[in-house]
């Protein structure tokens, strides 16, 4: 089961956002976050729990491994107001946290 | 590459749900790739109900593996999903999307656009 906090999130443009996503088992580093904007798919944004995929900003950035991740967003912009949400593939199911929503403060 | 859903937009409970997804940009006879759906509940997160391989093999969701067949068809680079017995559970966003395995990374790198499928009377 994979959770994610804080459910919500506000931060004003420019500033750090720090999003926690936490796995009930080891996942390793098989660990994905996607960011969905309203109306929109989900795109990918990090692998690997820490491997950026080809086209996203450098001011995305995961870390960490076993159970606890953290997505950064090092200065936030008014493009990445969405939802984010982490998605284990250690085991199948794949599985995804509830998501957190992060707003412009 | 692309992907973009299509079906009916609303199902009759009890009735089973079918949408197909028409890649363009890459082959869905490609062995380089996984064919999968995901849904999403109107306001909710998101569900991964499974996918299927240029082979035919598949790999379902537990949770949905007595209602779900996945199919594929290579000569209209297509792939598609059957949901039957559906409920109003089952009213959500339907996604199809590409899942790619790279030394042991598991992406969904391209996704389509999304399809509202409404179980109702």
């Known amino acids: 089961v994979m959770t994610q906090s804080p459910a919500t999130l506000a931060v004003s443009p420019g500033e750090r956002a720090t999003l926690s996503c936490r796995a009930s088992?080891?996942?390793?580093?098989?660990l994905a976050w996607y960011q969905q904007k309203p109306g929109q798919a989900p795109r990918l944004l990090i692998y690997?729990?820490?491997t950026g995929e080809t086209g996203v900003p450098a001011r995305f950035s995961g870390s960490g491994s076993g159970t606890e991740f953290t997505l950064t967003i090092s200065s936030l912009q008014s493009e990445d107001c969405a939802v984010y949400y982490c998605q284990q593939y250690k085991n199948w199911p794949l599985t995804f946290g509830p998501g957190t929503k992060v707003d412009i403060k | 590459v692309q992907l973009q859903e299509s079906g009916p937009g609303l199902v009759k409970p009890s009735e089973t749900l079918s949408l197909t997804c028409t890649v363009s940009?890459?082959?869905?006879?490609?062995?380089?790739?996984?064919w999968s759906w995901v849904r999403q509940p109107p306001g909710k997160g998101l569900e991964w109900i499974g996918h299927?391989?240029?082979?035919?093999?598949?790999n379902y969701n537990p949770s949905l593996k007595s209602r779900v067949t996945m199919s594929i068809d290579s000569s209209k680079n297509q792939f598609s999903l059957s949901l039957s017995s559906v409920t109003a559970a089952d009213s959500a966003v339907y996604y199809c999307a590409r899942l790619v395995t790279i030394f042991q990374a598991v992406k969904l790198d391209y996704w389509g656009q999304g399809t509202l499928v409404t179980v109702s009377p």
């Open positions: 940009g890459a082959s869905v006879g490609s062995g380089s790739y996984f």
């Open positions: 690997d729990a820490s």
């Open positions: 299927i391989y240029y082979s035919g093999r598949t």
């Open positions: 088992e080891s996942v390793s580093s098989k």
